[in-house]
């Protein structure tokens, strides 16, 4: 459950993953209610990527649950998770390379569903008016902020109850860094929960309604941006370099 009581839209229970020997996620736990964005913070290494990777299916739970809009979702293959209303924004955008931009979003259009928005190509190009400029632009051609456009919009298309972005300002320039944060903020208004995976901890602190602190696969804090601010001896234990 929630603070508010309510049931969550994402629950993790006691997760743990291995890849091969190595134990990665140490029996984490945390929830996301409906229209948060809780960001998940921490060292490289410290299990971020690996967590949400986890939830969509791309790498199996050693043990543990997953429960999504309250079904339960651990194990189940990404298509199906996908299905369910799930999205996931890969660090490393995975674009289709050799299709246009209009074909890579006509990729992502899934059915609506209730209580959240069914976007259409029109309102992404409101939002990334660079991409309509190369709507007929192979992906592949496009520089490293215009995928991660990109890649954000397919998966809107897909009308997703909760997105899950992985370092989405990962490499871009400041401009872009401040379209897609507002971009995010936005998505969030209009009623998609979001978990974001960000190193930028200007960025998260700003547009997070929740923090998750891990270290060593492990959650060591969960709170809102401000507590996680006057807190100087975590960041200094397990965000500092």
């Not at 960001?39 to 199996?60: A, E, Q």
């Not at 069914?118 to 902020?145: C, H, V």
Request: proline share 5%; hydrophobic share 40%.
């Amino acid at each position: 459950m929630t603070e508010t009581g309510a049931v969550p839209l994402l629950s993790v229970r006691d997760l743990h993953v291995h890849y091969g020997k190595s134990h990665i996620l140490h029996g984490v736990t945390f929830d996301v209610g409906q229209g948060e964005v809780v960001s998940l913070l921490g060292r490289n290494g410290s299990g971020r990527s690996t967590m949400i990777k986890s939830i969509m299916g791309l790498v199996p739970p050693t043990s543990g649950q997953i429960r999504f809009d309250e079904r339960e979702i651990a194990g189940a293959p990404p298509y199906a998770v996908a299905r369910a209303g799930m999205a996931y924004v890969p660090e490393e955008r995975d674009v289709f390379a050799n299709l246009t931009v209009d074909e890579n979003l006509a990729m992502g259009i899934q059915r609506a569903r209730d209580g959240v928005p069914a976007w259409t190509i029109e309102e992404m190009f409101d939002y990334f008016p660079r991409l309509k400029e190369r709507r007929n632009t192979q992906a592949g051609n496009l520089s490293g902020g215009e995928q991660q456009m990109l890649t954000i919009c397919r998966s809107l298309l897909g009308n997703p109850r909760l997105i899950m972005i992985d370092e989405p300002t990962e490499g871009l320039a400041p401009k872009n860094v401040t379209i897609v944060g507002e971009a995010i903020q936005d998505i969030h208004r209009k009623g998609v929960s979001v978990i974001l995976v960000e190193q930028k901890l200007t960025i998260a602190m700003k547009i997070s309604t929740a923090v998750c602190l891990l270290g060593h696969g492990k959650i060591v804090f969960r709170g809102t941006p401000d507590e996680l601010a006057g807190n100087s001896q975590l960041l200094k234990d397990w965000l500092a370099v």
